[in-house]
């Protein structure tokens, strides 16, 4: 059964950080791109970060120097470290797997993760 799962989200105020995790079952996660996507209420899914197979990563110029992606093989597991956190990064986040293959299929658990609660307040 191929799995994502999302976990590390909380309540933090401004300034604060978290460290989101996306472990896979199934499949080794770092043999594909990863990335992080964010939703808050009313808006669009917003892609804040990605990590490609040779270890690059493109990001969003509102987490630009404050969050950063990295892997741990052992435990089949990408983190997102959030720092320096703004309300506004206030949203649910997603991991993704084969991002181009996530982008049609949305709702498929083969691509995505359930998703963790991110708030941040002033």
């Known amino acids: 059964q191929l799995q994502l799962t999302n976990s590390g989200g909380g309540s933090v105020q401004t300034g604060g950080s978290l460290r989101l995790s996306c472990t896979a079952s199934?499949?080794?996660?770092?043999?594909?791109?990863v990335a992080w996507f964010r939703q808050a209420p009313g808006n669009e899914c917003e892609l804040v970060m990605t990590r490609r197979t040779d270890g690059t990563t493109t990001y969003s110029d509102s987490v630009k120097g404050r969050f950063t992606i990295s892997p741990d093989n052992a435990q089949n597991t990408v983190y997102l470290q959030m720092n320096s956190l703004k309300p506004e990064d206030t949203g649910m986040y997603y991991c993704?797997?084969?991002?181009?293959?996530?982008?049609?299929?949305?709702?498929?658990?083969?691509?995505w993760g359930q998703g963790t609660q991110v708030t941040v307040s002033s």
């Open positions: 199934g499949f080794t996660l770092t043999d594909h791109d």
């Open positions: 993704a797997h084969s991002v181009a293959r996530a982008s049609l299929s949305r709702d498929d658990p083969n691509y």
